[in-house]
């Protein structure tokens, strides 16, 4: 930096020289604060000048030498911002990149170095605490009976549902409030009324006749004149009414269908399994939709039925699958609706039963929500509904014993059987004098009278037994059993206890046995495949030892011969329909669909094939006419229910003269108002 004397000058020669005779003035020109020159002056080497023979401080300087001064990239100040540089267009130099002041960029940095601190803190906190679970205020009962309930649906102000009394099934209605009037009867022109849904804006119920094993077409019940119309072509099993009542969402089949007054029925979503529960949000932009998609079955068991949650968004008819809560899955079966500020779920399991919440409404300080189970000491809950006034309604289904029932189709009549310890899968001889089933849950083989006299176990504590058959000689029990290690395996043993022996050589699982008419041949279906294209009906000769595929069997399961000996009914497992096999033409039939259970049994005379349909909502057991090639319902489980304490135990038998036999309980329902907390 140079130090030679210089001499003030006249204004006129000063400013034609360009000379700034001041810190302020060279401050002024460059657009910065005294100090931050003075700095630069020390540690950027900006070219001041000092006048010697004044006091301590004075200085000059000439613009063109900080005009040159700030062009030189290698000293243009660390801290200079761009925002900063002097407007003088003389002075303005944009190919000349500034950088940020070291103090306002280190400020920055604190600042934003607190902001993620902060928002890591508020995750941290947020994770730390969860949503909880709305509080109950009270819970009041509201219907005076515990008669069993199929469904309920309500409007705000009455419950309608249907209870099975004396034998048969009643349309019925309460008030929303107990305290405002006695239950009613409602009468209906309906062999088996079931309640769908009702709408809020009053008088009008959704119903249809569940009096056949498939869905039927909607009818509308006027309430104030009982008149009964119909509302839609449309099969349904489910449906739910709009707030404002002018759409209905119908489950039909793997669909939702949407039903207006001006548009024709149209679907909103199609899914890989059967619509169970559908429930409209209350702004009407959403449905939810639960939906049960039968799965393969487990060795030596039943088929499961999975259940999963999706949402529909009405206008753009976009899906999307929501998670279900920990522990609700296959075999639970469920309910949806729309309470305050929630979505509520209603989970029966066989292991797990209550009332779930998902909040709908995000906060941001608290993580986002997942399911809360409201805490309740209900026992297996099977249905919930949006009540008056925010408050959440559940149905509370209670089991009684579990025992044979022995249900007669001739009179409706329901009997208790005694017959040991916890008997299940009963099998007749051809005779009808004995019968053969299993102890659960030893799942021991055991004979007796069918009065139950003269019982004896046929099997040692190491097999575990499942669907035994009399040979049509009465002579021998056919079974399948797998004992520690061993895959499931058939087995033969003699009728009065001897003789126990594995029947078909192989290490591959090995179905349920049946016999010809001629006590020589046994079929079987494969079990625990890893595809549906691997199943296939097995055939062994007990003379010869031959093992063979029954022809066009592939993807077949759950063999059963006629008695005598003419067809094979089995269930074609990928299309969940009835297949008859005519032994003498040599030729497959499908013939009725809808097959979620896994029992066939044949009637005595060979005439029909009986099938049930334990997860449907109209569970129950049918039967298949061979001649006139009808399916008709024999038996509606209702308030009979199959226990879910039995939940790997086969569905029903068939008795000599025609009557099922089934293990399970009776079945009552209460219904709960709820009151949450906000």
């Not at 401050?27 to 001041?48: F, G, M, N």
């Not at 969402?249 to 548009?263: F, K, P, Q, R, Y």
């Not at 899914?271 to 169970?276: A, N």
């Not at 020589?520 to 294209?533: M, N, R």
Request: neutral net charge.
């Amino acid at each position: 930096m140079s130090h030679a004397a210089q001499q003030p000058l006249p204004a006129g020669e000063k400013e034609s020289s360009g000379r700034l005779d001041s810190w302020k003035e060279i401050a002024t020109y460059l657009k910065r604060d005294v100090r931050t020159v003075q700095r630069w002056e020390k540690s950027e080497k900006l070219p001041v000048h000092r006048l010697t023979h004044k006091k301590q401080g004075s200085v000059y300087a000439y613009k063109a030498a900080l005009d040159s001064w700030w062009q030189q990239g290698e000293n243009a100040p660390a801290e200079t911002r761009e925002s900063d540089q002097p407007a003088d267009p003389a002075r303005a130099h944009p190919d000349v990149e500034s950088r940020p002041h070291a103090t306002a960029r280190r400020l920055v940095l604190v600042i934003a170095g607190s902001a993620v601190l902060a928002i890591a803190g508020i995750l941290l906190i947020r994770d730390a605490w969860p949503a909880a679970a709305p509080r109950i205020e009270f819970v009041q009962h509201l219907t005076p009976d515990s008669f069993w309930k199929e469904t309920l649906a309500t409007d705000g102000l009455r419950i309608y549902y249907t209870e099975f009394i004396g034998g048969r099934m009643h349309l019925a209605s309460t008030n929303a409030n107990p305290e405002a009037g006695a239950p009613i009867e409602i009468p209906v022109a309906m062999a088996h009324p079931r309640v769908l849904a009702a709408s809020t804006t009053g008088g009008r119920v959704l119903l249809i006749d569940s009096r056949s094993g498939d869905p039927q077409r909607l009818m509308v019940l006027n309430v104030s004149d009982q008149q009964l119309l119909k509302f839609s072509d449309v099969s349904a099993s489910c449906a739910s009414w709009s707030t404002k009542g002018d759409r209905v969402a119908a489950c039909s089949g793997d669909a939702v269908v949407l039903i207006t007054n001006a548009e024709p029925p149209e679907v909103l979503g199609r899914f890989h399994g059967m619509t169970e529960s559908v429930a409209w949000s209350p702004d009407g932009n959403s449905l939810a939709v639960l939906v049960e998609t039968p799965g393969p079955p487990a060795a030596g068991s039943r088929s499961t039925v999975p259940l999963s949650l999706w949402t529909i968004e009405a206008a753009s008819r976009r899906t999307r699958r929501v998670r279900l809560p920990e522990g609700v899955g296959p075999d639970c079966g469920g309910s949806l609706a729309w309470v305050q500020n929630y979505l509520a779920l209603a989970s029966a399991c066989p292991d797990l039963s209550g009332i779930w919440l998902l909040p709908q409404q995000r906060n941001w300080i608290r993580r986002p929500s997942d399911w809360l189970r409201l805490d309740t000491d209900f026992g297996r809950i099977v249905q919930v509904l949006n009540g008056r006034d925010g408050h959440l309604m559940a149905v509370e289904e209670q089991s009684g014993p579990a025992e044979v029932t022995k249900f007669d189709p001739r009179t409706g009549a329901f009997a208790s059987l005694k017959l040991g310890e916890n008997p299940v899968e009963l099998d007749y001889s051809r005779d009808g004098r004995w019968i053969t089933y299993v102890e659960y849950p030893e799942r021991s083989l055991w004979r007796a009278r069918v009065g139950g006299a003269e019982r004896l176990r046929l099997t040692p504590p190491s097999l575990r037994v499942q669907l035994p058959h009399w040979s049509p000689d009465g002579k021998t029990v056919a079974f399948t059993a797998m004992s520690a290690g061993n895959p499931w395996q058939v087995f033969l043993v003699n009728a009065d206890g001897g003789n126990l022996r594995t029947a078909v050589p192989g290490s591959f699982d090995q179905g349920s046995p049946t016999w010809s008419a001629d006590s020589h041949t046994i079929i079987f279906g494969d079990i625990t495949t890893s595809s549906p294209q691997q199943h296939s009906i097995r055939r062994f000769d007990l003379i010869s030892g031959k093992l063979d595929n029954l022809p066009g069997s592939a993807e077949m399961r759950t063999a059963r011969w006629s008695p005598d000996g003419r067809y094979i009914a089995a269930i074609h497992y990928p299309k969940w329909q009835l297949a008859i096999f005519d032994t003498l033409k040599q030729q497959w039939t499908d013939v009725a669909g809808g097959v979620f259970g896994d029992t066939l049994n044949w009637s005595h005379d060979s005439k029909a094939v009986y099938f049930d349909n334990p997860f449907d909502p109209n569970a129950g057991v049918f039967r298949y006419d061979i001649a006139t090639r009808s399916v008709e319902p024999v038996l509606r489980y209702g308030a009979y229910r199959r226990s879910p304490d039995l939940s790997d135990v086969s569905g029903f038998s068939v008795a000599p003269d025609g009557s099922i036999l089934f293990t399970g309980s009776a079945q009552s329902s209460r219904v709960h108002l709820i009151r949450l907390g906000k």
